[in-house]
């Protein structure tokens, strides 16, 4: 079995935003009453602790399945006949910037829904990681399927 973080750089980005918001609380600590301390303690801690429990998602690989888990609970759970498509594809990840990713569908995916993966509603049938390491040979060699490249621009072209 294999266990892969879903997303790395969000984990670290989330931890250097927990520590510089608590370095700005406690340094207004001193100046401030305990109360209003509180307050901006809860205004600037609470929406990192909230984006905790979605960076340490991770993804378990395996021969006959593959999982996306949360700690110990099961968000989403594909087993490898079930899955139609594996390959890679682009989601965006600001303004005129996109982001590899690796998905694993239920379904069939079109050109146009690979080049912007995030606009795709039906989420429950994909399950994303990024393209680090070598995710891509493992999955290769317990889903059997083929694994579709990213698209070209003549495909972008013709859409």
């Known amino acids: 079995m294999l266990k892969y973080k879903k997303s790395s750089g969000l984990l670290v980005l989330t931890w250097i935003m927990f520590f510089v918001l608590l370095g700005a609380c406690i340094?207004?600590?001193?100046?401030?009453?305990?109360?209003?301390?509180?307050?901006?303690?809860?205004?600037?801690?609470?929406?990192?602790?909230?984006?905790?429990?979605?960076?340490?998602?991770?993804?378990?690989?395996?021969?006959?399945?593959?999982?996306?888990?949360?700690?110990?609970?099961?968000?989403?759970?594909?087993?490898w006949p079930e899955v139609c498509e594996v390959g890679l594809a682009y989601t965006r990840a600001g303004y005129g910037t996109y982001k590899k990713l690796i998905y694993i569908s239920k379904r069939p995916l079109t050109d146009k829904e690979r080049f912007n993966l995030g606009r795709v509603k039906d989420h429950k049938n994909f399950i994303t990681i990024e393209n680090r390491g070598n995710i891509i040979d493992d999955i290769k060699k317990y889903s059997k399927l083929p694994f579709r490249d990213l698209p070209t621009t003549e495909d972008f072209n013709n859409m």
């Open 27 to 79: 340094s207004c600590a001193y100046t401030w009453k305990f109360n209003e301390f509180l307050v901006l303690l809860c205004i600037f801690e609470v929406p990192t602790i909230i984006a905790f429990p979605l960076v340490y998602q991770t993804i378990k690989i395996d021969n006959s399945k593959i999982s996306l888990e949360l700690w110990f609970i099961k968000l989403r759970t594909f087993l």
